[in-house]
């Protein structure tokens, strides 16, 4: 089972209890475009974004694929620098954490800005299990892996209040039990979350997902 694929259930039933179909979506560092056409499905207006020419290449070609090109445009721009329009929900799955802590307080600033009061964020990012940020051990790794209450002062302090959160630790058993076992799900959940947790009790990150909306 695709551990990205637990990851989109987890935001797509929740965009369903805290927002009509919005009008505008953007999809930043859409990469090839798999989640892109997922969240067509439901929008207006999908706005891809995202630094590769060819990514964005094979994100239109998917869209086209799906029948969607006509609700579809792209930017090709480094989120570190990347101007939004105006929107109503903008995702941003696994891409913040290789910014630098002023490239991501920008980048915030920016969504903040782009989106209305009521309007959503989605946010995905690898974050340090401690109190103190991490960085990726590897010399072909420039992932900066802050605690979660980096994220929690910025977000709030910028208007966003969290509507929900939760680590992959906790969420990812979730999802499993619910498509595994469906109506049995309570009883599935705490023996498969306890066997992730085992699996996993020795990393120093976890991936936490946000759903939050502007104030």
């Known amino acids: 089972m695709d551990e990205l694929s637990l990851y989109l259930g987890w935001l797509l039933r929740r965009l369903t209890l805290h927002q009509d179909a919005p009008g505008v979506t953007v999809d930043l560092g859409c990469g090839n475009g798999t989640w892109t056409v997922v969240l067509a499905r439901g929008a207006r207006r999908i706005i891809a974004v995202d630094v590769s020419g060819d990514m964005l290449a094979e994100c239109s070609r998917r869209l086209i694929e799906a029948g969607f ?3 579809a ?3 090709e721009s480094d989120l570190s ?4 329009p105006p929107c ?12 630098s802590d002023a490239h991501l307080d920008g980048l915030l600033a920016r969504i903040a800005k782009a989106l209305p009061p009521g309007g959503l964020l989605y946010l995905r990012t690898t974050v340090s299990r401690s109190e103190r940020t991490l960085t990726g051990t590897r ?19 910028l208007g966003f209040e969290t509507l ?6 906790d969420f990812v058993p979730a999802e499993v039990a619910r498509r595994v076992f469906g109506w049995l799900r309570a009883l599935a959940y705490h023996p498969i979350r306890w066997g992730w947790r085992l699996l996993r009790w020795r ?13």
């Open 69 to 71: 090109q006509d609700r």
């Open 73 to 75: 445009s792209f930017i």
């Open 81 to 84: 620098q990347v101007e939004l």
């Open 88 to 99: 109503d929900l903008v995702v941003a799955g696994a891409v913040v954490h290789y910014l």
């Open 139 to 157: 010399a072909s790794d420039h992932a900066i892996y802050r605690p979660m209450a980096w994220y929690d002062d910025r977000l709030r302090r």
């Open 164 to 169: 929900d959160v939760a680590t992959a630790t």
């Open 203 to 215: 990393k120093p990150t976890d991936v936490a997902a946000y759903l939050l909306r502007r104030r």
